[in-house]
Every structure is written in structure tokens, then in C-alpha cells.
């Protein structure tokens, strides 16, 4: 037997009440959903944000991986992962990378591709998309550009030591994950 898509019965802006003016772009859904075989709808609370990032994930021309410590507030912890960020108004999203990889590094990518189709930051909670990107003869051209939130260190990892931290669980960050076992194939390890 097939599984039956819920139907969406209706969505509301529940916070903050504004189009996310005032939480990065961020506002809070509510969603009620008609499963199959339920007699009343259900309802699902999650963050949605029109805007879809990049991700990137940066190579430099001797196979090291270029990421980014920063103080993550919902894990209220440091957390190793790829930069990235969303397009400005008419941006691409190589571009945005490139942008963001040179914001929040200060390394400047030489190519970039696009990884696959997008993929989600967590598709339970939030309806924000993400696309992966390689960037690849990065290389240091200046220094890092923080917002005033940031709370960000620039790190350097060989390849290998990247994708086995990936592996063994100390990259916590899923989608820097997903973004470099997409990279796998372009860096000729698949």
C-alpha cells in the first residue's frame, strides 16, 4: 500500500507577527495537516524563512577543507561547519558563496559548482532549503568579516581529516555533512 500525503488545511504566521522582520528573516508557522485515517486535523509548529541559503564547501588547490568554528545559539556550543549564507536580492547562489566564503574566511574560491538539487536544514522543524556548493582553488586573500553575532574562528583541515571528523561524529552539523559527502565525487575520492 502506497502512503497518502496529509493534506495541508491551512497555514498561519503565529510569530512574530511581522513577515520575520525582526528574526532574521525567520517567522513561526503553524501548519494543520489532515493525516489519512484521523478524524481531526493535527497541528505543526516550525520556523519558515523564504529566503534559501548556500552552502560551500571550500578546497583549497592542496586539498585542505576551509571551515568555520562559530558559537551556534540553539546548541549553545562551537560548532565546526561549511560557510554559507543567502543570496542577496539578484545574487546567484555561486555567488553567494563566493560572497560568503570571502565574509566569513577572508579565502577567495577560484571555481565553484553546484552540488546536486537542495537539500533541508531539518525538514521537520524548518522550511528553509539550502544548496551545496564546491568551491575549489580557495585561496587567502584577507580577513574575516563578522556581523555582530558572529562569533567565528576560520580552521584548516586536510581532506581527509575533514571527511574522516565527518564519519566519526565531530562534525555535529548535519548539513556540512551532507554538503561534503555530495563534494566526495568532484574531489575524486568516489
Not at 532574521?24 to 478524524?39: A, D, E, I, S
Not at 505543526?44 to 551556534?72: E, G, H, K, Q
Not at 536580492?89 to 571555481?111: I, N, P, V, W
Not at 559548482?113 to 537539500?119: N, R
Amino acid at each position: 500500500m502506497a502512503l497518502r500525503k496529509p493534506a495541508l488545511i491551512d497555514e498561519k504566521e503565529v510569530f512574530p507577527g511581522d513577515g520575520g522582520k525582526t528574526t532574521w528573516g525567520k517567522t513561526m508557522l503553524r501548519r494543520r495537516f489532515q493525516y489519512p485515517g484521523r478524524p481531526k486535523p493535527d497541528d505543526f509548529y516550525l520556523w519558515d524563512s523564504a529566503r534559501v541559503a548556500a552552502i560551500c564547501l571550500p578546497m583549497t588547490t592542496d586539498r585542505n577543507v576551509v571551515v568555520v568554528s562559530i558559537f551556534a545559539q540553539a546548541a549553545n556550543a562551537f560548532i565546526l561547519q561549511l560557510p554559507g549564507g543567502q543570496p542577496r536580492a539578484g545574487e546567484s547562489f555561486g555567488d553567494a558563496a563566493r560572497r560568503e566564503l570571502q565574509e566569513e574566511t577572508g579565502y577567495k574560491a577560484g571555481c565553484v559548482v553546484q552540488l546536486g538539487d537542495k537539500g533541508y536544514f531539518e525538514p521537520f522543524g524548518l522550511t528553509t532549503p539550502f544548496h551545496a556548493v564546491l568551491a575549489t582553488d580557495c585561496s587567502k586573500i584577507g580577513e574575516v568579516r563578522r556581523d555582530p553575532t558572529e562569533l567565528i574562528q576560520v580552521e584548516i583541515y586536510p581532506w581527509e581529516k575533514w571527511w574522516d571528523m565527518c564519519l566519526n561524529g565531530t562534525i555535529q552539523d548535519a548539513k556540512s555533512v551532507l554538503v561534503t559527502a555530495r563534494g566526495l565525487r568532484q574531489v575524486g575520492l568516489i
